[in-house]
């Protein structure tokens, strides 16, 4: 299976606990919404308006008679969030489903980073509303534009406040409208987040993606990102650390770091990214792997020889995700990147000597405003010199409200041209051709390819193996021999026989929150009392009847 450069990129807990807020903790919060009026009127339609399905709305929420249905654009981070959400609404009792149309609720957990993704965002939401469908938003778009006319009305999850998904659902349920877009405080200082210890939802169980920081250091010119993520703001060392034990005692055996730049990780905290990964190959158990986020150039420059030693480790993918963006050091000024092509180059020459064989991915943006025909082959250079294997090409979309939103655009066909022209350049070599036909290999098998096909492994360079799914290979770490390779993966066989495989997880039975528990007891308490209410309002209405 042929997989695009792109998409490489890109546990019921107890109903009631000592941890839950009390009612007074959980009805402070109510300022929050806004309610929704006592009479609603049916507008009337006209002949050019799109015709809604009205919405039922509920004066009560019982725990599982409502499905929610999920959907995410954008990185890992936005990834993580919405597993978080998810762990947090099936905890509540919401039933999640991939059924858009028998759901009750859609959460659409968006991505600001290019028009695209914006336009499919908006369009999901119409989408619901025409099916009848209540809606919360979340992610990057409304946490950094929340005035836009498309999300009046809206319940907004904000990127800090997914711990407090389940109550907007709730209120929204009931036709009122939440919005939720305050930073994360404790002790009246920022964090990064909600706890790294809350309950998931993993879109794959073998994988658990951790984010590490919430922000950057940065300000590019084109970037609105940073409107909703802000500033730098780091998890602290040692809850990464525990959310790490935790996830490979629940049965995973992969990790990925992610944030808006892991680079920069620990700068507010007094500490930096080597310290942190040091201590968490510790708790890696053999046969497992961890995978670094995306790192911009300059928060590597001065941990050089710590990151080429900690990528060599046999537990950590030899692999890095460094976007350069541009080849021409006045478009990198423009795009205010604080680097220039010598300071990237440098960090491509030390570790490609010091990690033979290292995987590095990178960006390019097409077409950023003031880019001449020089510039443009710069970039072709450096990517004709390195040639990178997974190389992420953009053109360049103004976000509304960014510095490069208002600069002067390159004409739209000469954007389409030089994308044309580096896509070309990109497929005009093949990095797997490095191996030669019958070559050994050792893979950890996560994944299950798109067609359904073949299950995908990778090597220690976070390269593809597709093999045969004539066995179980999930979560298992075995030796195969590569049969084939196209531009984007190879295709291998197993050389062991199921005996000799490693198996690096516990193999979670099905896609449930990462923290287990019976809750027969609740069930049995929750039917209960709606037995109970149900019977009490019986003798009301007979009541009454019997006095009139």
């Not at 597993?83 to 609404?89: H, W």
């Not at 990102?225 to 650390?241: C, G, H, M, N, W």
């Not at 030693?309 to 993918?317: D, M, N, T």
């Not at 001449?372 to 976000?399: G, H, M, V, W």
Request: with cysteine.
């Amino acid at each position: 299976m042929d997989i695009s450069c792109q998409d490489i990129i890109g546990d019921i807990e107890d109903l009631i606990s000592l941890d839950d807020p009390s009612p007074n903790e959980r009805y402070a919060n109510k300022k929050d919404v806004t309610v929704r009026a006592k009479r609603t009127r049916v507008r009337a339609t006209r002949p050019t308006e799109t015709t809604y399905v009205e919405k039922p709305l509920l004066d009560s929420v019982i725990p599982e008679t409502q499905n929610i249905y999920m959907k995410t654009w954008g990185c890992a981070h936005n990834t993580s969030d919405t597993e978080y959400m998810a762990g947090q609404l099936a905890q509540y009792g919401y039933n999640l489903t991939n059924d858009k149309s028998t759901a009750d609720l859609w959460v659409l957990n968006s991505c600001t980073v290019k028009n695209p993704s914006e336009d499919t965002f908006r369009n999901e939401i119409e989408a619901a509303h025409q099916a009848g469908k209540h809606v919360v938003v979340a992610g990057c778009v409304p946490q950094a534009a929340p005035r836009s006319e498309y999300l009046k009305g809206l319940s907004v999850v904000g990127v800090a406040q997914i711990d407090r998904v389940a109550e907007v659902v709730e209120e929204t349920l009931k036709g009122h409208s939440v919005r939720l877009l305050q930073p994360k405080k404790v002790d009246g200082r920022k964090v990064a987040g909600p706890k790294l210890a809350l309950p998931k939802v993993r879109k794959n169980p073998l994988i658990e993606v951790i984010p590490i920081n919430s922000g950057c250091l940065n300000a590019c010119t084109y970037c609105k990102t940073k409107f909703a993520r802000a500033d730098l703001v780091s998890y602290p060392v040692q809850e990464i650390i525990d959310r790490a034990h935790q996830v490979f005692q629940e049965g995973v055996c992969e990790i990925w770091l992610t944030s808006e730049d892991t680079g920069t990780y620990g700068r507010d905290i007094d500490s930096s990214l080597p310290e942190l990964l040091w201590k968490l190959v510790e708790v890696i158990p053999d046969g497992c792997m961890l995978r670094l986020g995306m790192t911009n150039p300059p928060y590597i420059l001065e941990h050089l020889e710590e990151m080429a030693k900690i990528l060599s480790h046999p537990r950590v993918y030899s692999f890095l995700h460094i976007p350069v963006q541009s080849g021409s050091d006045t478009i990198l000024g423009e795009m205010k990147r604080e680097y220039c092509i010598k300071d990237f180059e440098r960090i491509v020459d030390f570790l490609r000597i010091q990690v033979p064989g290292i995987t590095i991915a990178t960006d390019i943006i097409c077409g950023f405003p003031g880019e001449t025909e020089t510039d443009f082959e710069d970039t072709l250079a450096l990517c004709q010199k390195y040639q990178f294997p997974s190389l992420f090409i953009n053109q360049f979309f103004p976000r509304p409200g960014t510095p490069a939103a208002k600069m002067p655009r390159v004409p739209a066909n000469e954007v389409k041209t030089r994308t044309k022209r580096l896509t070309d350049l990109f497929h005009s070599y093949e990095p797997y051709k490095k191996y030669a036909l019958g070559s050994k290999q050792t893979v950890l098998v996560t994944e299950i390819s798109h067609d359904r096909k073949h299950y995908v492994g990778h090597n220690k360079f976070y390269e593809q193996i597709l093999l045969p799914m004539h066995n179980n290979l999930l979560g298992k770490q075995v030796e195969i021999e590569i049969t084939g390779c196209t531009k984007f993966s190879m295709f291998g066989k197993v050389l062991q026989v199921e005996a000799e495989w490693i198996n690096c997880s516990k193999q979670l039975d099905d896609v449930r929150p990462a923290t287990k528990y019976d809750d027969s007891k609740y069930r049995s308490m929750f039917a209960y009392l709606f037995i109970s209410c149900s019977i009490a309002v019986v003798c009301k209405y007979l009541f009454a009847l019997f006095e009139f």
